[in-house]
């Protein structure tokens, strides 16, 4: 009986710690063959985080110099059909000049359109006011006065017995340019519309 040696405490932390590699490796994918497998020949030196490399300097390099190239020629492809060459002119007035009854007729279509019943909102007329001068512009230039800037100023009032005076001042050329002006009124509200025309050569 005194010869059996009672274990020491290092050699049940060994035991426990091979008891704990057999039940890894049953319980790894594979069996413990792959985890043998898997296991590093080094396994007793300290362990080195491995850094995932991102992509070779000659890598980027060569993808900037393809970028360039590509960048390059669709460069050259937009150039060749934007910049084509044109003769001058030296046209000095337009072929067709701005109409101011064409223009008024215009103006009339869209007030009464939008502004029949319309009744006055302070908040709201501020915006009202732009969509309307944008829908005009817009259908003056289908009207196709060549090389002329359309310019649209429309002014929203509430009628409350008040007198309102609208006036405008440009410098222009009288032989060219020309404006149009209406005023829409109903029982709320009255619209001031003045459209210019200025030819631009």
């Excluded at 710690?17 to 790894?28: W, Y």
């Excluded at 020629?73 to 337009?94: A, H, Q, S, V, W």
Aim: charged residues 30%.
């Amino acid at each position: 009986m005194n010869n059996l040696r009672k274990p020491s405490v290092n050699s049940n932390a060994s035991l426990e710690g091979r008891r704990f590699s057999t039940a890894m490796k049953a319980l790894a994918p594979g069996g413990p063959d792959q985890a043998s497998a898997r296991r590093p020949s080094n396994a007793g030196a300290p362990r080195v985080s491995t850094v995932t490399r991102g992509p070779s300097l000659v890598g980027l390099l060569a993808s900037k110099r393809f970028a360039k190239k590509m960048g390059q020629r669709f460069k050259d492809r937009r150039g060749t059909r934007l910049n084509i060459p044109k003769e001058p002119t030296y046209r000095m007035e337009p072929h067709r000049k701005f109409d101011p009854k064409k223009a008024e007729a215009v103006i009339i279509e869209v007030l009464n359109d939008r502004l029949k019943n319309f009744k006055y909102n302070p908040k709201f007329c501020a915006n009202f006011s732009k969509i309307i001068s944008d829908e005009i512009k817009d259908k003056i230039k289908i009207l196709g006065f060549d090389r002329y800037k359309i310019v649209a100023n429309v002014i929203i009032g509430q009628k409350k017995d008040v007198a309102v005076l609208v006036t405008s001042r440009c410098a222009w050329d009288e032989k060219l340019d020309n404006y149009v002006t209406y005023t829409f009124e109903n029982e709320h509200i009255f619209c001031t519309a003045c459209v210019y025309g200025v030819y631009s050569e």
